[in-house]
């Protein structure tokens, strides 16, 4: 350990720093500023603190979707259709993995690659085939189009198979000499001890959720369903000129519930890492 | 009455043949101690009787019924483990509780039972805390009070010690016998440690490369070994092998070897002449390694202080010696 503080190292981080903390502000200082001035590149850094209205003005503002749902609205379904995929993903892949760990039975390993596998099938590749399974089961314009075709994960899977294949073995077998079978001891023991792995997951996959783009933009054709991130795309129409504040507005709404997830869930994540000794 | 019986136990992994055919019988209240070097088969044995491996061949018997194939939760046998595999998200009333919880019982009744045996442990303080939060003499209780509160047919003990440091283990291994008398349940004892093994056991099973080398009373399988391998493995230092024929003894069986526990040689003025090469003193003994006139390695164990001649002589009392088949190990 050194006494002396590294100045260098300090710098680095804080340049870092900079580098992401930079176009945030720009996106906030932005939203507080004339749509015209923006447009014409005339940008100031420094926030006009009167049109902080902007913000609740942006909650309300309905012209982003031609059926004028307002933000607040796709907020919610973005929420939802994030919140979905990301309990879902870990529900499914948590069972395929404790199965794969836990269970010795026939072509046990053959699933275990078929799932690998599919890390290499994201929903760009198979985005047509998908499209034709939701629409061919009309679930186009649904919350199931929306978050079933990207819930199966074999990233959680085989995350989840690595923290389960890290229990020891003595574990597994106290439980069941004391009499759990499998469910209960996916209840007691997997789900507990790997709560830290779970909050850590559900906020990755919150975050993977919520930034999705290109299948809601297939599957929800319907306003009604329009996210928010499809939201302030279509607030940028090319035809008319864009209310550039009200987008950064919007923006800037859009990045608040992943922050909320992240900073709820950073409590459980380190309380489950200090406490447990797996 | 026989609590558990094995019959012709036998395990293999693919064509490795760890355990060949046991034949164990286990008396109610008896503390039997298995003992082997590692690999010998103990533990595999133990956790066949667990549940926790299938057996290739044989009957386990439990209380007269056939639980070879049963799985382990129906089997009503407890394990200390090792590590204790104490459930690291449970304080330890929890962990002492569960078994009882997932068979239904009430919450007062379990309150109830788990504060007994903490009492019984001296864990009574310690009930709200983490196994985290413990040392391992303190986890090891309570692995030991989990075991107990569930009020099983059998106990099994997968070297319940070797984790902790040598003082501990002293005391643990006396509490632990106490504990057993006391409560009077049949237990299965593996260890490595063949002091643990005849201080604690109403009878040992020594075993040998997947075989049990002889069943009996501590006492007897010291003082009557049925193999040179048992004669080796028990007692330390190791009992002393050589041919009787080159060390000038007369009057022995023919084609034998000839053993004698250090504890047995005596120094005397005037016998088989002894070279010293090595003298350890210990303190109250001195352990004296040598060679006999004839080149054959003896060690011996001399009460009190190291003798300060350098030519000593070495008298092996008959009355000591053991002999075993210099071909097959037996005893003769």
């Not at chain 1, 795309?233 to 992240?262: E, F, G, I, K, S």
Request: charged share 15%; aromatic share 8%.
């Amino acid at each position: 350990m050194k006494d002396k503080p590294d100045y260098l190292a300090h710098g680095v981080l804080l340049l870092g720093v900079a580098l992401f903390v930079l176009p945030i502000w720009v996106m906030i200082a932005g939203a507080t500023q004339s749509a015209g001035a923006i447009a014409r590149g005339d940008l100031s850094l420094i926030p006009n603190l009167r049109h902080l209205g902007i913000f609740g003005q942006a909650l309300f503002f309905g012209g982003a979707s031609r059926a004028g749902y307002p933000v607040w609205h796709m907020l919610l379904i973005s929420f939802a259709m994030a919140a979905g995929i990301a309990a879902g993903k870990i529900a499914i892949s948590l069972i395929s993995a404790f199965a794969i760990a836990f269970f010795r039975f026939p072509f046990r390993k053959l699933a275990f690659w078929t799932i690998f596998l599919t890390l290499m099938l994201p929903v760009e590749v198979r985005i047509i085939p998908s499209f034709a399974v939701v629409s061919s089961l009309k679930l186009i314009n649904t919350y199931g189009g929306l978050t079933l075709p990207l819930i199966a994960s074999a990233t959680a899977t085989l995350l989840f198979r690595q923290v389960f294949t890290a229990l020891p073995d003595e574990l597994v077998e106290a439980a069941r000499l004391d009499g759990a079978g499998p469910l209960v001891f996916l209840r007691d023991m997997v789900l507990p001890v790997s709560r830290a792995n779970l909050a850590a997951l559900f906020v990755i996959l919150f975050v993977y959720g919520w930034n999705q783009y290109l299948w809601p933009l297939l599957a929800a054709s319907s306003p009604a369903y329009t996210t928010v991130v499809l939201g302030i795309v279509q607030m940028m129409a090319p035809d008319q000129m864009t209310p550039w504040n009200l987008v950064m507005a919007t923006t800037t709404l859009a990045l608040l519930p992943p922050v909320v997830v992240v900073l709820l869930l950073q409590g459980a994540f380190v309380r489950g890492l200090t406490e447990t000794d797996k | 009455m026989a609590i558990l019986e094995l019959q012709g136990l036998a395990k293999s992994f693919g064509a490795t043949s760890v355990l060949k055919a046991i034949d164990l019988t286990l008396a109610s209240g008896e503390m039997l101690v298995i003992v082997g070097a590692s690999g010998c088969g103990k533990s595999t044995l133990l956790r066949l009787v667990a549940g926790l491996e299938s057996a290739s061949a044989g009957r386990i018997l439990l209380d007269g019924v056939d639980i070879t194939r049963q799985d382990p939760s129906k089997r009503d046998v407890a394990m200390v483990f090792q590590n204790y595999a104490l459930y690291p998200h449970m304080n330890v009333a929890e962990n002492m509780g569960y078994a009882l919880k997932l068979r239904g019982e009430s919450r007062a009744a379990i309150a109830a039972k788990v504060e007994e045996a903490a009492a019984l442990l001296g864990l009574s303080e310690l009930l709200a805390r983490r196994p985290a939060q413990l040392s391992g003499g303190q986890r090891q209780r309570v692995a030991m009070g989990r075991a107990i509160v569930r009020q099983p047919k059998l106990f099994l003990f997968d070297e319940p010690l070797s984790n902790l440091d040598a003082k501990l283990r002293v005391s643990m291994r006396a509490e632990i016998r106490r504990l057993q008398k006391r409560l009077g349940i049949t237990s299965l004892y593996v260890t490595h440690d063949q002091v643990e093994a005849m201080t604690m056991a109403d009878r040992l099973i020594v075993m040998e490369a997947g075989r049990a080398a002889q069943i009996a009373a501590p006492m007897e399988v010291f003082e009557r070994p049925a193999s040179r391998f048992v004669a080796q493995f028990m007692g330390a230092p190791a009992m002393n092998i050589f041919d009787p024929a080159r060390a000038g003894l007369t009057d022995v069986p023919p084609g034998t070897m000839a053993g004698i526990r250090p504890e047995y040689v005596e120094l005397t003025a005037d016998g088989i002449p002894f070279t010293v090469e090595l003298v350890e003193p210990l303190g109250t003994e001195t352990l004296i390694h040598g060679t006999l006139r004839c080149g054959q390695r003896l060690t011996l164990r001399h009460a009190g202080p190291p003798p300060s001649q350098d030519g000593l002589n070495v008298r092996l009392p008959a009355e000591a010696l053991h002999f075993f088949d210099a071909e097959s190990g037996a005893r003769v």
